[in-house]
């Protein structure tokens, strides 16, 4: 019986992953194009950084802030509706 859950779980969960993925790399990409342009991008790559040494610290805290947002703001829209409970929503003195 657990199994047919976890397999129940995964088919449905897999789907939605993969439609959510086009707006992650979308505001990734997004995110990281102004950055990737910059005057300091420039000249760390004029200076002979490597492209991890340029990507870490200048363009990863700016995507990595953008998608803390996005899931900020995603999951308690996401989540809120199963857990609220319509007998548990009542104003106090109606219970």
Do not use: K, Q, Y
């Not at 657990?2 to 979308?26: E, Q």
């Amino acid at each position: 019986m657990v199994w047919g859950t976890v397999v129940t779980t995964v088919v449905l969960m897999v789907p939605l992953g993969v439609l959510a993925a086009g707006t992650v790399i979308r505001l990734g990409r997004n995110s990281a194009s102004p950055v990737a342009d910059a005057p300091f991008v420039e000249a760390a790559r004029m200076a002979g950084l490597s492209r991890v040494r340029i990507t870490h610290p200048h363009i990863v805290p700016t995507v990595t802030a953008r998608l803390v947002v996005l899931a900020t703001e995603t999951l308690p829209r996401d989540r809120g509706d199963r857990l609220r409970r319509p007998d548990r929503c009542a104003p106090m003195g109606r219970r």
